[in-house]
C-alpha cells in the first residue's frame, strides 16, 4: 500500500521545485505567486490577506533582513567566511560533477550505452593511501591549540630562540599526533573491510552464454541481474522476471526507508510472459529511464520492445523499481540495471559522514586563543619596559616561547585520554548493556542536548500490532471477549450452506432476499451475530494482504488439489503487506475463524471455521493514497455472484462517506486517547447494471490523457456515498520498553522532541499521543497540506495563534513553508513543546536537523534505526544508533549504538553529564596548570631585569607536565558531583548543562585569576625566603608548586574515589624519590633542613588556605543544587 502513496505528490498548478537542491536560491525560487507576497507581514489576519492587496507594497518585510557586511563582519569572522567560500568554489571547480541525465537501457547490453557511468562499488572510507598522513593533520592542525605549538616547537631549531630542550616540546606533539593517526587508521581499516565485504559480494549475470558469477562492484547499467531470495539488491534496476506465478514479488526496505513491512513489486508484463528466461536475449527491447533522483517513492519510465509488430510499450512506475539496499523477501528476480553506484536512490538520500568536534573543543579552542592574546601582550609589556633596546623583536618571540606554557599542550592529551575513558566507562555501564561508543571524540556532546530527533518506526515502536477493540456501535469487543465473536462466527457460518442451495432471483443471489428483509425492518432490529458476520467478512476481504508460503516453489509440479492442500496449511502461512496493521486485522480474522488462505491479482479465498472454501473475484482495487486516506475493494462472490464494495480508512475521510449515525466520532475520540489506530469499515452492495456502469466510467477516465487523477478519482467517489457503516476497529502499535517515561525523563530535563518519520499522519499523530510524546493536556495543531505560498501564510497566521500545543506537519507542506518562510517556521516549532514530522524522506530528515542547528545553535541529537536514518544521524551534533530489527546501517554509522530507546536516559542523564562536567573541571585545571607557572615566569624576569630567561628547565618541566601532576589531575575524570541514581531522579539538574556554565568565560576568568594569586605567592614568597643562593630559590618555588596543584586537585574533587587518593600519594612519593636524583637543580644538603620545610609549607598555606575557606563559605551560603540534593 505504501507503494502508492508518494512521499511529496504534485499539487494541482504548481510547478514542482527539488527541495533537496542544495543550492539555497534556486531551492527557494518563486512559484507562480505574486512578488508583493514578499511584502506581507506575517501576522496579517486572513480578511487581509483577500482584501488589502494593495496595501502590500507599503507594509514592513517580514523576512530575516541581511546583516551589514563591512569591516567590522570581517574582523569577527567574516573572513573565515570568505576562506571557506574560495576554498568550495575551488573544491567545486576541480570536482565538477557531471551533470544527471535520463538513460536508454538495452536489454543485457552494457556495450550500447551512450555514456560512462559510476561504477557500483560502496565507499565510505574518508581518505586514500595518499591523503590520509595530509587529511589527518589537516584535521589536527585546523586546531590553533595545536598549530600554535606546532609553530612553537618548530622555533626551537633556530638557535637564537631556543630556551629548552628540544624534547620539552617535541615529544608531547609527537604522542598527540601519533595517538590521533593511529585512532584514525585503525577507523579506516574497519571502514574498507566493511566495503570490501559488500563489493564483494557475488551476484549471477545473465549473458548469452548462460550465468556467470559477477562482484557487486563489477556490475554495470545494462546488465541483468538474477537476486535470489533474502539477498541484498545490489544497483537499481527494473523488475523483469520473477519465479513466482502471478508475476509479482516482495522485497523489504528497511534500509531505504525505515519500514520493515513488505512492499509488493510487479515484473514487466511483457518480459514476465515469456517462456524461458533465455529468451530474455532473443527479443530487442530497451528501458527508457528519468534522470537519477532523490525521491525513493516515484519513478517514471518506459518498456519498449523494438521487434514486436507492433511495437509494444509499458509504461513504468515505482511499482516496476528494485531498488539498491533493499532485500528479496519472496521468490527469485531478475533485473536490468540501471542505476549504479553514486546514482542509485540509497547512495543519493545518503550524505558523507563529516567529523564531528564537539562544543566543549570549540569552547577551549576559543579560551586558548584568549590566553594566545595575553602571552601576546605580557611578552610586550616585558619587552615594552625594557625599552625596546638591542634585538628587541628576536627578545619578544622569546618571552612569547617562555610563556608558552600558558597555553599547555597537555591540554589536548588530558582530553583525549579523558574521552577515551569516559567512552570506556560508558561500554562497561552494566545499566545499558551492548551500548558501543563508534567517535570517541565527543562524549561531552551527550550532556549538552537541547533537540532530540527520533525516528518512529523500530525506534520508539515495536512495529509489532496488536487487535485490541472491536466496536459495532451498540456493542464493543476487547480483548477479553474475543471469544464471543468467535463463537458467533462460528454459529453464522454453520448456518450459511443451506443459503447456497436456494434459488436465485435473476442475477441477485440466494442470500439477496435475507439482507433486504433485514434492511427493510428498522435497524435496531439487525442481530448482533450478522453484524459481527458482515464486519468480520469484511476486514478479512478489504486489504492488500497476500498469503506467503515457505515451501510453495517446491510444489510447482504438483497437481492443482495437492498444492491447494499443502497451501492451506497454517504452520507454513506467513502474511505479507505494506501495512503491519493490515497484517494484524487479517491475522486477527483469522484467530476468530474467518481465514485468508491464498491471493493473486485477480482473486482471493477465505476459509470459514467448517473448513469450507469461499472465493471471491477482484474487480477493482482502489489503493491508500495520503489524500485520500482511505482503501477500497470491489469483490464478486462465486457461489453467490453478489457484488460488494468495500471501504476502510481513517475516521476523517469516512465521516462524510458513510450513512449518519451518532457514536463514530465520540468513539473514535476514545479509542484515540488510548492510544489506539482506528479504521472505520463500510461496504455498500451493487447489483450487476450499477458496477457495469461504475466499470465503464471508471475505464474511460483512467484512459484518459488530461487530469487522468482528478477523473478517476471523481469516478470513485460516485460510489462512496451513503455507505452502510459496519464497525470502528483499534489496533495498537506496542511501544519500545519504558518509552513513556523516558520521554518524561528526556521532557523534564528540558530536552525538546521532534519525531521525524515516514509514516503517515494518523499513525504519526496517534504514536505521539500513546508515547506521551504529546502529553494528555497538550492540544495538536495539524498542519493543513498547503501548496502555495498564500496557503503557507495563512496556515502559519492560524499557527501562531495556538499556544502550547503539539505541531504535526506533512513532508511537502514543511517543504512549501521552507520555500518561503523559514526563518517564521522554524521559530514558531521551536516554541512547540513536541513537533511530529510525517512523510519524510531521509534527505528531509537531515535537513530538518541541519535548519535546528542554523537557526537555534543549540546542540542537536538525532537517534533511529534503520537505513533512514543515517543522514539525520550524520547530520546532528550527536548521532545515536539502534541496533534492532532494521539491521546494523544506523548503528554502525551513529556515534553511539545502543540496543534499546529506554538507554538513552542513563546515556544522557548520567554519562552525558559526567562526560561534559568532568571534561569542564580537567580542561580549566590543566589550563591553570600552565598559567600558574607562567605567572611565576612573569614575576622571577621582572624581578630579574626583565631577562628572558626560563625559571625551570629541562626535566623539571617535563616532570610538571607528567609524572608529578598528570595522575592526580587526570583522576578527575572520576570525579562526580552526584550519584548515577540521584541524576536519573532528578533530570532537571541537566538543565543546566546547556547553558554551559561549568566552562565559560566566567569560569574561567576565576580561574586566570587562582592562578595570578598562587603563581604571584609562590615565586614572590619563594624570593623573599632564600637566603644566599639561587638554587634555593628553584628548590622551594617548585616544591611549594607541586605541593600546591596536590592541594588544589583535592579542592576541585566533589566525590572521592580510591584511585584519586593513590594518584595523589603517588605522584607525591615519584616527586620525592626524583629529589635523590635532580642534583643540577636542587641542593641536597638543603633540601633536607628543617628551614625548607617550614619555608615550603608557609608558602602552600598562604597559596591554598584562603581558597579552602573561601570555598567552604560559597558552599555554606551559596551551595550549587547537586549539593542540595547529596546533602
Known amino acids: 500500500m505504501a507503494d502508492s502513496i508518494p512521499l511529496n505528490p504534485l499539487r494541482k498548478n504548481s510547478r514542482r521545485i527539488p527541495y533537496y537542491n542544495s543550492a539555497r536560491l534556486s531551492r527557494y525560487s518563486l512559484e507562480d505567486e505574486p512578488s508583493n507576497l514578499d511584502e506581507m507581514p506575517l501576522m496579517m489576519s486572513e480578511e487581509g490577506f483577500e482584501n488589502d492587496e494593495s496595501d502590500y507594497q507599503t507594509l514592513p518585510r517580514a523576512r530575516v533582513s541581511h546583516r551589514q557586511r563591512g569591516l567590522g ?151 541483468m541481474i538474477i537476486v535470489e531470495k533474502n539477498q541484498r539488491i545490489p544497483a537499481d534496476m527494473i523488475f523483469l522476471r520473477t519465479s513466482e506465478k502471478n508475476g509479482s514479488c516482495f522485497i523489504r526496505t528497511d534500509q531505504l526507508d525505515g519500514e520493515t513491512d513488505w512492499k509488493l513489486k510487479v515484473a514487466v508484463c511483457c518480459t514476465q510472459r515469456l517462456p524461458a528466461v533465455g529468451d530474455l536475449f532473443s527479443i530487442s527491447a530497451y528501458v527508457y529511464a528519468q534522470k537519477p533522483q532523490l525521491d525513493i517513492h516515484s519513478f517514471e519510465g518506459n518498456f519498449t520492445r523494438e521487434d514486436a509488430e507492433p511495437q509494444i510499450h509499458e509504461s513504468l512506475s515505482i511499482e516496476n523499481t528494485l531498488w539498491a539496499s533493499t532485500v528479496v523477501a519472496s521468490g527469485t528476480v531478475i533485473g536490468v540495471v540501471i542505476y549504479t553506484g553514486k546514482e542509485t536512490r540509497s547512495v543519493l538520500n545518503t550524505s558523507s559522514a563529516k567529523n564531528k568536534v564537539g562544543l566543549l573543543d570549540l569552547e577551549l579552542n576559543r579560551l586558548t586563543k584568549a590566553l594566545f592574546l595575553a602571552q601576546v601582550v605580557l611578552s610586550v609589556v616585558m619587552v615594552a619596559v625594557q625599552g625596546f633596546v638591542g634585538p628587541w623583536f628576536r627578545n619578544l618571540f622569546r618571552f612569547v616561547v617562555l610563556f608558552s606554557y600558558i597555553i599547555p599542550i597537555s591540554l589536548r592529551v588530558n582530553l583525549d585520554m579523558g574521552k577515551s575513558a569516559y567512552g570506556w566507562m560508558i561500554m562497561k555501564d552494566e545499566n545499558i548493556p551492548g551500548t558501543v561508543v563508534r567517535t570517541s571524540t565527543i562524549p561531552e556532546e551527550l550532556g549538552r542536548l537541547v533537540y532530540l530527533l527520533t525516528d518512529k518506526t523500530g525506534t520508539l515502536t515495536q512495529n509489532e500490532m496488536v487487535f ?33 442451495s436456494q434459488p436465485s432471483n435473476g442475477s441477485t443471489s440466494g442470500t439477496t432476499p435475507a439482507r433486504k428483509t433485514q434492511s427493510s425492518g428498522p435497524k435496531v432490529r439487525k442481530s448482533v451475530r450478522s453484524r459481527i458476520h458482515e464486519a468480520v467478512k469484511a476486514i478479512a476481504l478489504c486489504h492488500n494482504v497476500t498469503p506467503v508460503y515457505e515451501s510453495h516453489a517446491a510444489g510447482n509440479g504438483e497437481t492443482e488439489s495437492a498444492e491447494a492442500d499443502q497451501d492451506f496449511s497454517d504452520d507454513n502461512r506467513a502474511y505479507q503487506a505494506s501495512s503491519p496493521d493490515e497484517v494484524e486485522l487479517v491475522r486477527w480474522t483469522q484467530s476468530v475463524g474467518l ?17 469450507q472454501i469461499i472465493s471471491f473475484h477482484i474487480l477493482q482495487i482502489f489503493p491508500f493514497t495520503s489524500e485520500s486516506k482511505r482503501m477500497g475493494i470491489i469483490v464478486r462472490e462465486e457461489s453467490t455472484g453478489d457484488i460488494t464494495f468495500y471501504m476502510k480508512g481513517a475516521d476523517v475521510a469516512m465521516a462524510s462517506i458513510v450513512q449518519y449515525n451518532d457514536w463514530l466520532e465520540e468513539e473514535c475520540g476514545n479509542m484515540a486517547r ?152 522554524v521559530e514558531l516549532a521551536c516554541q512547540c513543546p513536541a513537533v511530529v514530522c510525517c512523510r519524510c524522506s531521509p534527505t528531509q530528515k537531515a535537513q530538518i536537523v541541519t535548519l535546528l542547528k542554523q537557526h537555534t545553535a543549540n546542540r542537536t541529537c538525532a537517534i533511529g534505526d534503520g537505513g533512514n536514518d543515517v543522514s539525520m544521524i550524520q547530520a546532528a551534533d550527536c548521532g545515536i544508533g539502534i541496533e534492532g530489527k532494521e539491521g546494523k546501517q544506523a548503528s554502525l554509522a551513529a556515534d553511539f549504538s545502543i540496543t534499546q530507546f529506554k538507554h538513552i536516559g542513563r546515556l544522557l542523564m548520567v554519562h552525558g553529564r559526567n562526560s561534559y562536567k568532568r571534561s569542564a573541571a580537567l580542561g580549566q585545571f590543566v589550563m591553570h596548570r600552565g598559567m600558574i607557572i607562567s605567572t611565576m615566569q612573569a614575576v622571577f624576569s621582572s624581578v630579574f631585569y626583565f631577562a628572558s630567561v626560563p625559571l625551570y628547565q629541562g626535566f623539571l618541566m617535563v616532570g610538571y607536565a607528567t609524572m608529578y601532576t598528570m595522575f592526580p589531575v587526570f583522576s578527575l575524570v572520576l570525579d562526580q558531583d552526584v550519584k548515577p541514581e540521584m541524576a536519573l531522579l532528578y533530570p532537571e539538574l541537566y538543565k543546566d548543562l546547556t547553558k554551559g556554565r561549568s566552562l565559560s568565560f566566567k569560569t574561567f576568568l576565576i580561574w586566570v585569576l587562582i592562578s595570578i594569586y598562587q603563581g604571584g605567592i609562590l615565586m614572590y614568597g619563594a624570593l623573599v625566603l632564600f637566603e644566599s643562593e639561587f638554587v634555593h630559590v628553584v628548590a622551594i618555588s617548585f616544591t611549594a608548586l607541586i605541593i600546591t596543584e596536590l592541594l588544589m586537585v583535592a579542592l576541585t574533587i566533589r566525590t572521592w574515589h580510591w584511585l584519586m587518593v593513590v594518584a595523589e600519594f603517588f605522584s607525591l612519593g615519584c616527586y620525592l624519590a626524583s629529589l635523590a636524583f635532580l642534583n643540577e637543580y636542587f641542593d641536597l644538603s638543603f633540601i633536607t633542613t628543617w628551614p625548607f620545610l617550614w619555608k615550603v609549607s608557609a608558602i602552600t598555606l598562604v597559596s591554598c588556605l584562603p581558597l579552602y575557606i573561601i570555598k567552604y563559605l560559597k558552599r555554606k551560603f551559596s551551595p550549587p543544587s547537586y549539593s542540595k540534593l547529596s546533602s
Not at 139 to 161: D, E, G, I, M, T
Not at 474 to 498: C, K, N, R, W
Not at 784 to 801: D, Q, T, V, Y
Request: glycine fraction near 6%; charged fraction near 25%.
Open 73 to 223: 563582519w570581517f574582523l569577527l569572522g567574516g573572513w573565515k567566511v570568505l576562506c571557506g567560500s574560495c576554498c568550495d568554489c575551488l573544491a567545486r571547480v576541480c570536482r565538477r560533477r557531471k551533470e544527471l541525465k535520463a538513460r536508454t537501457v538495452w536489454l543485457g547490453c552494457p556495450e550500447k550505452c551512450e555514456e560512462k557511468y559510476p561504477k557500483n562499488g560502496i565507499k565510505n572510507q574518508k581518505y586514500n593511501i595518499f591523503t590520509f598522513v595530509p587529511g589527518v593533520l589537516y584535521q589536527q592542525f585546523k586546531f590553533f591549540l595545536n598549530l600554535y605549538f606546532l609553530v612553537v616547537a618548530c622555533s626551537q631549531f633556530v638557535p637564537s630562540l631556543k630556551i629548552g630542550y628540544l624534547y620539552t616540546y617535541w615529544a608531547p606533539l609527537g604522542f598527540v599526533l601519533t595517538v590521533t593517526m593511529v585512532r584514525e587508521a585503525v577507523d579506516e581499516m574497519r571502514r574498507y573491510r566493511r566495503d570490501k565485504e559488500m563489493n564483494s559480494q557475488l551476484y549471477s549475470k545473465l549473458t548469452v552464454r548462460g550465468k556467470i558469477p559477477v562482484k557487486s562492484s563489477d556490475i554495470q547499467v545494462g546488465d
Open 468 to 500: 485490541k477493540r472491536l466496536h459495532l456501535g451498540t456493542v464493543s469487543y476487547g480483548t477479553d471477549t474475543m471469544d464471543e465473536i468467535q463463537s458467533h462466527i462460528a454459529q453464522s457460518y454453520a448456518q450459511l450452506p443451506s443459503q447456497p
Open 595 to 611: 481465514t485468508l488462505v491464498n491471493r493473486d491479482l485477480a482473486s482471493l479465498q477465505l476459509r470459514t471455521p467448517s473448513g
Open 674 to 825: 488510548e492510544g489506539l489506530r482506528t479504521l472505520v469499515v463500510a461496504k455498500k452492495s451493487l447489483s450487476e447494471e450499477q458496477y457495469q456502469d461504475f466499470e465503464n466510467r471508471y475505464s474511460q477516465a483512467k484512459l484518459s490523457l488530461h487530469d487522468r487523477g482528478l477523473k478517476v478519482a471523481a469516478v470513485v467517489e460516485s460510489l462512496e456515498r451513503e455507505m452502510e457503516l459496519l464497525c470502528l476497529t483499534g489496533v495498537e502499535d506496542q511501544l519500545q520498553a519504558d518509552v513513556r517515561p523516558t520521554l518524561e525523563l528526556l521532557r523534564n530535563a528540558g530536552i525538546k522532541i521532534w519525531m521525524l518519520t515516514g509514516d503517515k499522519l494518523e499513525t504519526a499523530t496517534c504514536i505521539a499521543k500513546s508515547s506521551h510524546l504529546v502529553s494528555r493536556t497538550q492540544d495538536i495543531h495539524v498542519f493543513k497540506p498547503i501548496s502555495s505560498r498564500g496557503e503557507a501564510h495563512l496556515e502559519l497566521n492560524a499557527f501562531r495563534r495556538k499556544h502550547d500545543c503539539a505541531l504535526v506537519i506533512s513532508g511537502d507542506s514543511l517543504e512549501v513553508c521552507l520555500r518561503y518562510y523559514e526563518h517564521e517556521f
